[in-house]
């Protein structure tokens, strides 16, 4: 039998609809709000999916005379195809945080692709405005750096597509963040509590020893150390790619610092260690992963590509975001029995 409420008034009001016929979808961004990041991350995927397909169809379009892309090889039309269908499931993402149906999506098949956006936005997020300044200070590239570089895009092509980039990490990071509190919340509320088991610990600490190391390498590279890099990239060495190696090398310490903390507990809200290692490990792992399959690939100029040192730092990277990765499954799991 239904029951009504009544109001100190003596007028009826209806009782509260049953939890589960309510509708379920994230409640903590406006709406307005929510529908503002929807067209900006929906937007922000045209320029790069407009270029990439004008550059599969033939089109040359924002390419120099004497770029090797005017005569692209099977493996580069494939690389293009693939990167087009990775922003194209920016629109996916988009659609699953912002439509009901989104909170009935599996955990893992979520969290993996978020994961993997994460790691390579946060560093252009990061990185390119840290470019944009210190061209406006005056530090960018000079001649010298310019000459030895062989001509590959022009300078508009990577301002308009990075731009689109930053715009829909954070985009994303603003529809993301409520739809995880509201779905996985309970897991980073209150303190870190106890710590997890010491096999999780000797992995936190050897991402931490790989992350330092790491690190180093790329703040030698940052102060302009040429060893490592082959003779061309360290003839280019300018501000902004100084930029590029302190961004690379702050996200691998953040790994491991992260791994480090949700695996000794301690009294820190849970969300700050969570938040430093899902980005840290993110960013770490899906770069290290994209330059080290990269530079194992057939180079587009002819050349014979990055040295070993160069690779072992790609790998090293890859081995501080997987092992950061594993602990952040690890206190998620414990998080869940709790």
């Not at 589960?20 to 307005?32: E, I």
């Not at 929906?42 to 120099?64: D, E, F, M, N, Q």
């Not at 994961?115 to 300044?133: H, K």
């Not at 990075?162 to 739809?179: K, R, S």
């Amino acid at each position: 039998m239904t029951t009504r409420a009544v109001h100190p008034t003596g007028a009826a009001r209806p009782e509260p609809e049953p939890q589960s016929r309510q509708s379920h979808r994230p409640t903590s961004v406006s709406g307005v709000g929510r529908r503002i990041l929807t067209v900006a991350a929906l937007a922000a995927t045209v320029p790069y999916l407009a270029l990439k397909t004008a550059w599969l169809a033939g089109s040359r379009i924002g390419i120099p005379d004497g770029s090797v892309l005017l005569d692209p090889e099977p493996v580069l039309m494939a690389a293009n195809a693939v990167t087009v269908a990775m922003d194209a499931c920016v629109i996916l993402l988009v659609l699953v945080l912002t439509r009901p149906w989104g909170m009935r999506v599996p955990a893992w098949l979520l969290a993996v692709p978020v994961f993997v956006a994460t790691g390579l936005l946060t560093p252009i997020i990061t990185g390119f405005p840290g470019q944009l300044l210190v061209r406006l200070l005056g530090f960018g590239e000079d001649a010298a750096a310019k000459a030895v570089r062989a001509p590959f895009l022009d300078p508009w092509v990577f301002n308009v597509v990075y731009t689109g980039f930053a715009i829909q990490g954070l985009a994303l990071a603003g529809l993301f963040v409520p739809y995880a509190r509201e779905r996985w919340g309970r897991r980073w509320q209150g303190v870190l509590g106890r710590r997890l088991p010491s096999s999780t610990g000797v992995v936190a600490a050897a991402s931490a020893a790989a992350g330092l190391a790491v690190g180093a390498v790329h703040a030698y590279w940052a102060f302009g150390g040429g060893a490592g890099l082959g003779a061309e990239r360290a003839a280019a060495y300018s501000a902004e790619t100084a930029v590029v190696s302190v961004v690379h090398g702050t996200c691998a310490l953040a790994a491991g610092a992260g791994a480090l903390l949700l695996a000794r507990g301690g009294t820190l809200r849970a969300r700050w260690p969570l938040a430093l290692t899902w980005v840290g490990a993110g960013a770490t792992l899906a770069w290290g992963a994209w330059m080290l399959t990269a530079s194992l690939g057939p180079q587009l100029d002819g050349g014979e590509g990055p040295p070993a040192a160069a690779l072992l730092t790609y790998a090293g990277q890859m081995i501080t975001g997987s092992l950061a990765a594993a602990v952040l499954t690890r206190f998620l799991i414990s998080r869940r029995e709790g």
